[in-house]
């Protein structure tokens, strides 16, 4: 059987899907497996061994369905749903499976806070669109494989982090998902031990800002490396802090405790952090905390984000509670440290 699994955009939500790769190579032995997405996240994918072959889309979306046509696949799996997976699935006119995406709840939650949205991950969501091929979920969580080419090493970042290190992750999509600088600050003053600053170029004057309360305590990484090598330094850190961006779900992807800051979104969309079992109320991962405000009545604003506050407060972010962060260092960081000498 030749099957074709379609997530076109983004980090988190490609590496979302990947619990769905895994269990189809390992639950149908002798599947061969496709998968298409937009060229410029093919690095997340490169070094999946459930892959088979990675097609890519560029701008051409009739050029890459013509591609696929050649392919003669079995079934689609369609992990996007929107009109240009549409266009490809009628283009291909096998079977095909879809999950449920939920726009009706989401619509009541953001524009009149009606809360029916399922407590589960969006990765439990994802399995439904592959049931007909009898393909359940193993309960292992999600994969993210490094290229050789691509892993860190001390090196790379400043000795005063060799001995260990948090990563905060101070980009996003969209800037009503991004902590302040100030908030990230003040967290900078509560961590024990040395932080990297983890984003994008776009993020580099923030987290030059960010850095300048402590140079040599905070390392700015953000532009300096690539996806994978920030992937990586995810990897080696004892903690990762992070808005709601796809290296939060790295992060879980190597079982890292993670702190979630969530602003003007919320997890309850079904975007938090995964491990396989975990979700927000009956399995509470114990190595996942999320902080948000829930004192206002604003949010979810939106189910992704927005340039501005729309309500020009911003106290979804402003006024985050860091209290449980401090106890969470403890649990996660403190007590891996030496007792100071007094």
């Known amino acids: 059987m030749k099957v074709l699994i379609i997530r076109f955009s983004s980090i988190g939500d490609i590496v979302l899907t990947t619990p769905v790769v895994r269990c189809l190579k390992q639950q149908q032995p002798g599947l061969e497996l496709h ?5 410029s996240f093919a690095p997340v ?4 061994p459930y892959i088979d072959k990675l097609h890519l889309l560029e701008d051409n979306l009739q050029a890459v369905t013509d591609t696929l046509k ?3 696949f079995d079934y689609v799996i369609d992990l996007h749903k929107n009109l240009r997976t549409a266009r490809v699935k009628q283009a291909l006119a096998v079977k095909n499976g879809t999950f449920p995406k939920l726009n009706v ?3 009541l939650y953001v524009n009149l806070k009606i809360n029916i949205m399922p407590d589960k991950s969006i990765v439990e969501r994802y399995f439904e669109a592959v049931k007909p091929l009898g393909i359940h979920n193993d309960g292992q969580g999600l994969d993210y494989f490094i290229p050789e080419k691509d892993k860190t090493d001390h090196k790379d970042i400043p000795m005063s982090h060799w001995a260990g290190y948090v990563g905060y992750v101070i980009g996003g999509s969209f800037n009503t998902k991004k902590l302040p600088v100030a908030q990230w600050q003040e967290l900078c003053r509560l961590s024990p031990v040395p932080v990297i600053l983890m984003g994008g170029p776009e993020d580099r ?3 030059a800002e960010i850095a300048a309360l402590d140079p040599v305590k905070i390392y700015n990484s953000c532009g300096k490396f690539n996806i994978n090598e920030s992937a990586d330094l995810v990897q080696h850190a004892k903690l990762i802090v992070s808005n709601d961006t796809g290296l939060m779900h790295v992060a879980a992807a190597f079982k890292k405790p993670v702190v979630s800051l969530w602003g003007n979104t919320t997890p309850q969309m079904g975007m ?5 079992y975990n979700n927000l109320k009956q399995n509470v991962a114990p190595n996942s905390l999320i902080v948000e405000n829930n004192n206002i009545s604003c949010r979810p604003c939106s189910k992704i984000g927005f340039d501005k506050c729309p309500k020009k407060h911003f106290k979804c972010m402003k006024e985050l509670d ?4 401090d106890i969470f260092f403890r649990n996660f960081i403190y007590k891996t440290q030496p007792s100071p000498v007094k």
């Not at 998968?35 to 060229?39: A, F, I, Q």
């Not at 994918?45 to 999946?48: H, I």
């Open 70 to 72: 050649a392919e003669s």
């Open 205 to 207: 004057e923030e987290a």
């Open 105 to 107: 709840q989401k619509w």
């Open 45 to 48: 994918l490169e070094a999946n």
């Open 272 to 276: 938090f952090p995964y491990y396989g």
């Open 35 to 39: 998968y298409l997405t937009k060229k």
């Open 322 to 325: 860091f209290s449980a962060i």
